[in-house]
Every structure is written in structure tokens, then in C-alpha cells.
């Protein structure tokens, strides 16, 4: 029992806490700053000012992730964040394809328990920092709501993933708020006055049927003219949560401080739209369905952007610029929306997209003027039109991991972030270890024994033919089959095309005008087929030569009067293509931007989501394409420029690759990369998924020594990336990995195999 008769005032619980790292947000890009670091040796202290984890993924707010991959809207093929991220999208996959924001909660919760190098501080706000002259933070002070306790966390090195951007505003990092003039970065899409200089925050709602009459009594402070949201007839039961984005608001106002302002505002309008469901006499269908969640805090998108060493404008992204020290990508469109939001006349975004995902640097990841500060997450140093881009939480997520090897990397050295930019060469190698694509950057690991090594399989599948299954898609609009192409000429392709009647078809081979993109904007070869009524067998000879490795387009335009036969067969780095719409990213088939906006004009080209998007029917004359064992060797880990894998044949009934060393080398570590489809976007709620485990994925093999002795036996692999920890080093001059074909008709791949 505890008396105390009291009388004087009394301090709340305090406690230091000392670590080599401290990230303040424990949003999705805090999360992965946090496990990313961690598993680079540093003690981590995460804070987080909420209950859970995962900011705008949270259940407390319920936005999908998204990033590159863009709900497969654009042109951005095999585009999915890698490292963390991908661990965390493709584990919410498998155990929840129906996207339950609370289920989510806890394999983030789990991801970060499961590292004991994090300490993790819930319900604990930032309010202080304390510095050691102008540029440096010493200790950010921080208190727990639930134990009534203010914690010190100390650290050489800091990083802000708060969204606001806290400690970083408090240590007086540079920083801006607002759009930027058109003229100051000579960026054309800067929105005027009137667009307004903000994107707002949203908030949603949830509805489920009780199977019962449930009636509705909206609160007294609820919108009570629906009609004052100029979208208001687009309303229906089926849209919910963050599909419902554009319920947004707070773009005119401080997005900060005036946060609990727009929220009430938000509150007021989704208990309106709710009213008009349920009580307008509208929605009859609406008779039994019940308000079953209402967000309680908004989903914030934009607010402070702070300042590095260099600011990503929006060329950077159009022209996909090129940067020497390139640690990340990004690929969502430039994303603007009205500041009035929900209440504005304009449509609920302006998206527009780039050719193909863009390289992010590395000297927008920390502040200029506070020398142990990283930026990351959403307020990375990047102008108002830039950040329309880098905002979204796939690509804040990537930026964060890229954040974490950094700061592994100067508390190895002993050195500051800006001055990690001399190791940028270490710092891209330890990323693509990690699992994170960079474009253009390759494993060059000299530490990685495979390097060494000579790579042979029981078998390597080459591409001869896509079979027919029998299944027609009729040219309602444009199909594609993409290919990846070597130097010199395409073999020579049959097929056939189903024609209601006589008519033409015109064929082309197209390339994208920029290097590892795909967008088919340049159209190498045309040919025009004359064809007769019924089945009709075609046969192509394309006269270009190719000079290096690269993906080509084979587009037949559209003519609804003509079908083309599919294939089942599923392959690695295989994908087709269609011109449809995409409306859910501003997709309508070609973009075609107002002039005088710094925006190209192209055609989308995009997949279809499984069990559609088939490949055509195809045979070549000579294989298009052989998937070599070496290839897990050649240092990229994705289809980028060629397909990058291993794949077994099909009738291989033991697929097996051997590693091979001239002597013997001590493997301590064993590191396999598989298929998970880079190319589906794996939207973390609400979606849903065709399937929890990617068909490509090599889910059962065993590794053995040379002497056949069994060193791992995996069974159930649905994750992209497995390493290997051997409880005890070997020593061997052979390594076999075993494998099973993931399905009758999609053979076993793998893209990767490091030893160290």
C-alpha cells in the first residue's frame, strides 16, 4: 500500500535512455528505419506518439501502402519496394489478403519485437530537444502518456520519421511549408495561388451490413447539406475507407497546428455522408447496414518539408535525372490535389506520371544545417511538386531504409550523415544487400564467395514457346506482350488471331526511349497484318537488331473484331500488357498533359491483376531466351534489363542448381532471393488479394554441401528474401540448392544466391 498525504508539487517518473540511433515516428518508414538499422548492429530507440504502429497504415487511420507500383497503373514494370517494406507487404499478404488494417497493426508490432536491438517506446511524444551548440542534438525528452513517465533519449545520431517533422522543426532544421514558385526551380506543374499551396488531410469511414434494419441518427454537429460537396452524387455503399481519398479538407490552413481544426471539419463531413446514405432515400439498399468505424485521428499528407543538401524538383522526377549517389526510387505520379479538397469544384487530384521510376539521393536524406539529424519519411528535402511524388508511403519507407545503412555506416565510421556521401559506393553495396533495388546500381559485393564461384543447374528453361490454352482475349483495347530481348535479332514468331472478318491489324515493335523503363514511346518496326475471316496463323520477321540487353514491346493495336489466343504458361519476368484504364491513378489510357506543364505525353501500357493478364500465345522459331544459372550471380535480383533468373524446365522433375568453388570456402551465412512478383502492388488493407502466396515463389528446397550432407531444408516460403544464419560455419567446396516447381505450369525460379 502506498499513502503519501502530499502537500508539495511532485515530478513525474523519469528515465534516460542511451542508443546509437533515435527515430522519432513509428509510422511505416519509422518501422523500417528501426528493423533496417537494427539488423546493421545498432541500438535503436523507436518513439512513437501512438498506440500502434504504422502512422497512415495503422487501423487508427487505414490508408493502403503504395509507392512505384502505383495499383499496376503505370508504366512502372517489377517496381515494388524491396528490403523491410516488401518483408512487411508480403507477410500481410500471406496471413491477410482480405487487408484488415488490424491484423496489420501486429505483424509491425511483431516485426519490431522480433529485433532485440530496438527499444520501443509507445503512446511517447517529443516534446524538447536538447543541443551541444548551433547544429548538433544531444537528447530529444519525450513523455508516455500511460506510465506518466518523461524520458531523455540520447543518441550521436537522430533521425525524424514524424511526418511533422518534430524534432527536427524544434532543433531549428531548415525547412519550408508551402509551394514553391513556378520560376524558382523552373518547375511548370507548380500550382497557382488559387490550386492553393497544401494537400489536406483525410479521414475514413467503414460500414458493414447487420443483416437487420439499423436506422441513424447523424450528431448534432454532422454536415447537414450534402449538397456543399460539389461530388456529393458520386457517393454509393460499396465505397469505403480510403477509397473514399478524396474526402480530404485543410489545404488552406496550417496543417500543423491547426490539425485538430481540419480534423473536426472531416468528422463533420463524413457524418454528413453518412446521414445522406442512410437517411436520403437514395440508398434503400443501405437499409441494413451499420456505421462501424469512423478514423479518430486524419491521415495527414503534407505539412513541413525539411532541407538537405540537395532538393528533388520536379525534373528529377520527368526526366528521371540520373544521380551519383542514388540510394533509393521512387514512382507514384506528381500528386496535387485542390486545397479546398472535398469542398472544391476541381477534380480530387491532378496526378501526372513519368516514363518510369526515378533515382532518389541520398543528400536529400539529412538536414543541412543540424549535423546528426536525418530526414525521412515524408520530409525529405524535396520541393512541393516533388514531394507530390515521394509522399506516399512505399517510397517513404524505401527512403527510411536507405536512412538506416547510412547511420550503421557513420557510427562505424565514427562520422556524420553528410559525411557518409565519401562512403556512397559502401552505402549503395550494403543497400542492394539488403534487398534494396537501386536502378542502375549492381552487387558488386566483393564479399559475396558466389561471385566466385561457377554456377550450373540440372536444367535451364528456355523460352521456346507460350502454348495455347485455348482462351481468346478479344482487342477491345491494345494487348502487349513484353519481352526481354538480347542482342541481335528476335527469332521468328507464330501465332495465331481470331478475325470476325476480313480486316487489318496493325503490329509493333516498340522500345522505351529511356534506358530500364517501359514505356513503349519508341516504335522500332511496324507491320500491317491483312486478315481473313476465322483462325488466322501468323508468322513475324522483325528486321531491328538490338545491341545490349533490354525489354521490347510486341503491341497489337486494337480492333474489336479480332481476338488473340493466350497462353497459361506463367514465367518469370514475363508479363502482358493492355492500354485500358486505370482510373483509380488518373490512367485513361495515354496521358496527354495541358501544354507548358514540364509533363510528356505517352501511353500507359499496364498488367492485369491475377487470374486475368495472360501472356499471348506465342512460338518462337529459336529460343527468345534462355534463364542461365549464372544469372543468380550477375547482381541484379529483379527483372531490370533482362529477366535475371534461374528458372528450371518444367519437365525438370528435381530442379537443382550447384555452386561451385575451385577450393574450399567457409559459408557462414546463405542469402536467396525468389519471386514474389515485384510487379503486384500488395495495397495493405482493403484491396484484397487473388492469392496470399505469389505463384512464382519457390516455396520448398533443401541446401546440401558437397558431400551431400543436408545443410537447410525449407518447406512454406512465401517471402522474397531468405537468409540463412548456419549455426555452425561450413566448409565445402560445393553448395546444391534443391527445388520444387511452385506449380504444374510456373516452373521454380530464383534470381539470387549470396554466401558470405
Given at each position: 500500500?502506498?499513502?503519501?498525504?502530499?502537500?508539495?508539487?511532485?515530478?513525474?517518473?523519469?528515465?534516460?535512455?542511451?542508443?546509437?540511433?533515435?527515430?522519432?515516428?513509428?509510422?511505416?518508414?519509422?518501422?523500417?528505419?528501426?528493423?533496417?538499422?537494427?539488423?546493421?548492429?545498432?541500438?535503436?530507440?523507436?518513439?512513437?506518439?501512438?498506440?500502434?504502429?504504422?502512422?497512415?497504415?495503422?487501423?487508427?487511420?487505414?490508408?493502403?501502402?503504395?509507392?512505384?507500383?502505383?495499383?499496376?497503373?503505370?508504366?512502372?514494370?517489377?517496381?515494388?519496394?524491396?528490403?523491410?517494406?516488401?518483408?512487411?507487404?508480403?507477410?500481410?499478404?500471406?496471413?491477410?489478403?482480405?487487408?484488415?488494417?488490424?491484423?496489420?497493426?501486429?505483424?509491425?508490432?511483431?516485426?519490431?519485437?522480433?529485433?532485440?536491438?530496438?527499444?520501443?517506446?509507445?503512446?511517447?511524444?517529443?516534446?524538447?530537444?536538447?543541443?551541444?551548440?548551433?547544429?548538433?542534438?544531444?537528447?530529444?525528452?519525450?513523455?508516455?502518456?500511460?506510465?506518466?513517465?518523461?524520458?531523455?533519449?540520447?543518441?550521436?545520431?537522430?533521425?525524424?520519421?514524424?511526418?511533422?517533422?518534430?524534432?527536427?522543426?524544434?532543433?531549428?532544421?531548415?525547412?519550408?511549408?508551402?509551394?514553391?514558385?513556378?520560376?524558382?526551380?523552373?518547375?511548370?506543374?507548380?500550382?497557382?495561388?488559387?490550386?492553393?499551396?497544401?494537400?489536406?488531410?483525410?479521414?475514413?469511414?467503414?460500414?458493414?451490413?447487420?443483416?437487420?434494419?439499423?436506422?441513424?441518427?447523424?450528431?448534432?454537429?454532422?454536415?447537414?447539406?450534402?449538397?456543399?460537396?460539389?461530388?456529393?452524387?458520386?457517393?454509393?455503399?460499396?465505397?469505403?475507407?480510403?477509397?473514399?481519398?478524396?474526402?480530404?479538407?485543410?489545404?488552406?490552413?496550417?496543417?500543423?497546428?491547426?490539425?485538430?481544426?481540419?480534423?473536426?471539419?472531416?468528422?463533420?463531413?463524413?457524418?454528413?455522408?453518412?446521414?445522406?446514405?442512410?437517411?436520403?432515400?437514395?440508398?434503400?439498399?443501405?437499409?441494413?447496414?451499420?456505421?462501424?468505424?469512423?478514423?479518430?485521428?486524419?491521415?495527414?499528407?503534407?505539412?513541413?518539408?525539411?532541407?538537405?543538401?540537395?532538393?528533388?524538383?520536379?525534373?528529377?522526377?520527368?526526366?528521371?535525372?540520373?544521380?551519383?549517389?542514388?540510394?533509393?526510387?521512387?514512382?507514384?505520379?506528381?500528386?496535387?490535389?485542390?486545397?479546398?479538397?472535398?469542398?472544391?469544384?476541381?477534380?480530387?487530384?491532378?496526378?501526372?506520371?513519368s516514363k518510369g521510376i526515378f533515382q532518389i539521393p541520398y543528400r536529400?536524406?539529412?538536414?543541412?544545417?543540424?549535423s546528426n539529424l536525418f530526414l525521412t519519411g515524408r520530409i525529405i528535402?524535396?520541393?512541393?511538386?516533388?514531394?507530390?511524388?515521394?509522399?506516399?508511403?512505399?517510397?517513404?519507407?524505401?527512403?527510411?531504409?536507405?536512412?538506416?545503412?547510412?547511420?550503421?555506416?557513420?557510427?562505424?565510421?565514427?562520422?556524420?550523415?553528410?559525411?557518409?556521401?565519401?562512403?556512397?559506393?559502401?552505402?549503395?553495396?550494403?543497400?542492394?544487400?539488403?534487398?534494396?533495388?537501386?536502378?542502375?546500381?549492381?552487387?558488386?559485393?566483393?564479399?559475396?564467395?558466389?561471385?566466385?564461384?561457377?554456377?550450373?543447374?540440372?536444367?535451364?528453361?528456355?523460352?521456346?514457346?507460350?502454348?495455347?490454352?485455348?482462351?481468346?482475349?478479344?482487342?477491345?483495347?491494345?494487348?502487349?506482350?513484353?519481352?526481354?530481348?538480347?542482342?541481335?535479332?528476335?527469332?521468328?514468331?507464330?501465332?495465331?488471331?481470331?478475325?470476325?472478318?476480313?480486316?487489318?491489324?496493325?503490329?509493333?515493335?516498340?522500345?522505351?526511349?529511356?534506358?530500364?523503363?517501359?514505356?513503349?514511346?519508341?516504335?522500332?518496326?511496324?507491320?500491317?497484318?491483312?486478315?481473313?475471316?476465322?483462325?488466322?496463323?501468323?508468322?513475324?520477321?522483325?528486321?531491328?537488331?538490338?545491341?545490349?540487353?533490354?525489354?521490347?514491346?510486341?503491341?497489337?493495336?486494337?480492333?474489336?473484331?479480332?481476338?488473340?489466343?493466350?497462353?497459361?504458361?506463367?514465367?518469370?519476368?514475363?508479363?502482358?500488357?493492355?492500354?485500358?484504364?486505370?482510373?483509380?491513378?488518373?490512367?485513361?489510357?495515354?496521358?496527354?498533359?495541358?501544354?507548358?506543364?514540364?509533363?510528356?505525353?505517352?501511353?500507359?501500357?499496364?498488367?492485369?491483376?491475377?487470374?486475368?493478364?495472360?501472356?499471348?500465345?506465342?512460338?518462337?522459331?529459336?529460343?527468345?531466351?534462355?534463364?542461365?544459372?549464372?544469372?543468380?550471380?550477375?547482381?541484379?535480383?529483379?527483372?531490370?534489363?533482362?529477366?535475371?533468373?534461374?528458372?528450371?524446365?518444367?519437365?525438370?522433375?528435381?530442379?537443382?542448381?550447384?555452386?561451385?568453388?575451385?577450393?574450399?570456402?567457409?559459408?557462414?551465412?546463405?542469402?536467396?532471393?525468389?519471386?514474389?512478383?515485384?510487379?503486384?502492388?500488395?495495397?495493405?488493407?482493403?484491396?484484397?488479394?487473388?492469392?496470399?502466396?505469389?505463384?512464382?515463389?519457390?516455396?520448398?528446397?533443401?541446401?546440401?554441401?558437397?558431400?551431400?550432407?543436408?545443410?537447410?531444408?525449407?518447406?512454406?516460403?512465401?517471402?522474397?528474401?531468405?537468409?540463412?544464419?548456419?549455426?555452425?560455419?561450413?566448409?565445402?567446396?560445393?553448395?546444391?540448392?534443391?527445388?520444387?516447381?511452385?506449380?504444374?505450369?510456373?516452373?521454380?525460379?530464383?534470381?539470387?544466391?549470396?554466401?558470405?
Amino acid at each position: 500500500m502506498i499513502l503519501n498525504e502530499g502537500g508539495s508539487s511532485r515530478d513525474l517518473f523519469s528515465e534516460q535512455i542511451d542508443a546509437d540511433l533515435v527515430i522519432v515516428g513509428g509510422g511505416v518508414s519509422g518501422v523500417c528505419c528501426a528493423v533496417t538499422a537494427a539488423r546493421e548492429g545498432l541500438k535503436v530507440v523507436l518513439v512513437q506518439d501512438r498506440p500502434v504502429l504504422g502512422g497512415n497504415a495503422s487501423s487508427e487511420v487505414r490508408l493502403w501502402i503504395l509507392g512505384a507500383t502505383s495499383h499496376m497503373g503505370n508504366n512502372n514494370r517489377w517496381a515494388r519496394e524491396g528490403g523491410v517494406i516488401d518483408e512487411l507487404l508480403v507477410e500481410n499478404t500471406y496471413r491477410n489478403p482480405e487487408g484488415n488494417p488490424v491484423i496489420f497493426d501486429y505483424i509491425l508490432l511483431e516485426k519490431i519485437t522480433e529485433e532485440k536491438n530496438i527499444r520501443l517506446f509507445l503512446n511517447t511524444a517529443v516534446y524538447e530537444v536538447e543541443k551541444e551548440g548551433a547544429d548538433t542534438i544531444k537528447a530529444v525528452k519525450g513523455i508516455c502518456s500511460q506510465n506518466q513517465t518523461e524520458y531523455t533519449f540520447k543518441a550521436p545520431l537522430f533521425c525524424d520519421a514524424s511526418g511533422d517533422g518534430v524534432i527536427a522543426f524544434l532543433s531549428g532544421a531548415s525547412f519550408r511549408m508551402g509551394a514553391e514558385s513556378r520560376e524558382e526551380f523552373n518547375e511548370k506543374f507548380a500550382p497557382s495561388k488559387e490550386y492553393g499551396e497544401l494537400l489536406g488531410h483525410s479521414l475514413y469511414f467503414y460500414s458493414k451490413d447487420t443483416g437487420k434494419p439499423v436506422q441513424y441518427i447523424p450528431p448534432s454537429f454532422a454536415l447537414n447539406d450534402i449538397k456543399t460537396i460539389p461530388r456529393y452524387k458520386t457517393f454509393n455503399l460499396q465505397e469505403q475507407g480510403c477509397k473514399l481519398w478524396w474526402i480530404e479538407y485543410g489545404g488552406r490552413l496550417d496543417t500543423v497546428k491547426e490539425t485538430e481544426t481540419i480534423k473536426w471539419e472531416l468528422w463533420k463531413v463524413v457524418y454528413g455522408v453518412w446521414d445522406y446514405i442512410k437517411n436520403s432515400g437514395n440508398f434503400p439498399e443501405a437499409a441494413n447496414y451499420t456505421l462501424e468505424w469512423v478514423g479518430a485521428i486524419p491521415g495527414k499528407r503534407e505539412s513541413r518539408r525539411f532541407c538537405g543538401d540537395y532538393m528533388l524538383v520536379q525534373q528529377d522526377i520527368v526526366e528521371q535525372r540520373q544521380h551519383i549517389d542514388a540510394v533509393s526510387f521512387g514512382g507514384w505520379s506528381i500528386d496535387l490535389h485542390p486545397a479546398d479538397g472535398v469542398f472544391s469544384e476541381l477534380p480530387g487530384c491532378n496526378q501526372w506520371h513519368s516514363k518510369g521510376i526515378f533515382q532518389i539521393p541520398y543528400r536529400c536524406m539529412y538536414s543541412k544545417n543540424i549535423s546528426n539529424l536525418f530526414l525521412t519519411g515524408r520530409i525529405i528535402s524535396a520541393s512541393h511538386v516533388a514531394f507530390a511524388s515521394t509522399r506516399v508511403m512505399g517510397t517513404s519507407a524505401y527512403n527510411a531504409q536507405a536512412v538506416a545503412i547510412a547511420a550503421a555506416i557513420a557510427t562505424e565510421q565514427k562520422i556524420l550523415p553528410r559525411q557518409v556521401s565519401a562512403h556512397i559506393q559502401a552505402l549503395q553495396q550494403r543497400l542492394v544487400k539488403a534487398g534494396q533495388f537501386i536502378p542502375g546500381i549492381k552487387n558488386e559485393d566483393t564479399g559475396d564467395l558466389v561471385q566466385q564461384a561457377t554456377v550450373t543447374a540440372s536444367s535451364e528453361y528456355s523460352l521456346s514457346t507460350l502454348p495455347e490454352s485455348g482462351k481468346l482475349y478479344p482487342l477491345q483495347t491494345g494487348i502487349a506482350q513484353l519481352i526481354p530481348v538480347s542482342p541481335g535479332k528476335l527469332p521468328l514468331m507464330r501465332f495465331h488471331l481470331e478475325a470476325m472478318g476480313k480486316t487489318e491489324l496493325p503490329v509493333h515493335l516498340a522500345v522505351c526511349s529511356r534506358k530500364a523503363s517501359y514505356t513503349p514511346d519508341l516504335i522500332v518496326e511496324e507491320k500491317l497484318l491483312q486478315l481473313e475471316p476465322g483462325r488466322n496463323c501468323i508468322e513475324l520477321e522483325w528486321q531491328t537488331v538490338f545491341t545490349e540487353n533490354q525489354y521490347a514491346f510486341i503491341i497489337f493495336r486494337k480492333n474489336e473484331s479480332v481476338s488473340a489466343y493466350l497462353s497459361g504458361t506463367r514465367l518469370t519476368g514475363l508479363l502482358s500488357l493492355f492500354q485500358a484504364e486505370n482510373k483509380a491513378v488518373s490512367n485513361t489510357g495515354v496521358q496527354t498533359p495541358p501544354e507548358d506543364i514540364g509533363v510528356d505525353a505517352f501511353e500507359f501500357w499496364t498488367p492485369r491483376r491475377r487470374p486475368a493478364g495472360e501472356n499471348m500465345a506465342i512460338n518462337f522459331s529459336q529460343p527468345l531466351f534462355t534463364y542461365r544459372a549464372d544469372n543468380i550471380k550477375n547482381g541484379y535480383a529483379r527483372p531490370y534489363l533482362a529477366a535475371n533468373a534461374w528458372v528450371a524446365a518444367l519437365n525438370d522433375v528435381d530442379p537443382q542448381l550447384v555452386i561451385k568453388w575451385n577450393k574450399a570456402v567457409t559459408v557462414n551465412n546463405i542469402q536467396l532471393t525468389f519471386d514474389t512478383d515485384m510487379d503486384h502492388p500488395m495495397e495493405s488493407v482493403l484491396m484484397g488479394h487473388p492469392e496470399n502466396i505469389m505463384p512464382f515463389c519457390t516455396r520448398n528446397y533443401s541446401i546440401y554441401d558437397g558431400a551431400g550432407n543436408l545443410i537447410k531444408n525449407i518447406t512454406g516460403n512465401h517471402q522474397t528474401r531468405n537468409n540463412i544464419v548456419l549455426e555452425e560455419p561450413l566448409v565445402t567446396d560445393t553448395l546444391v540448392v534443391k527445388c520444387e516447381h511452385p506449380a504444374a505450369n510456373i516452373p521454380a525460379a530464383i534470381f539470387e544466391i549470396r554466401c558470405y
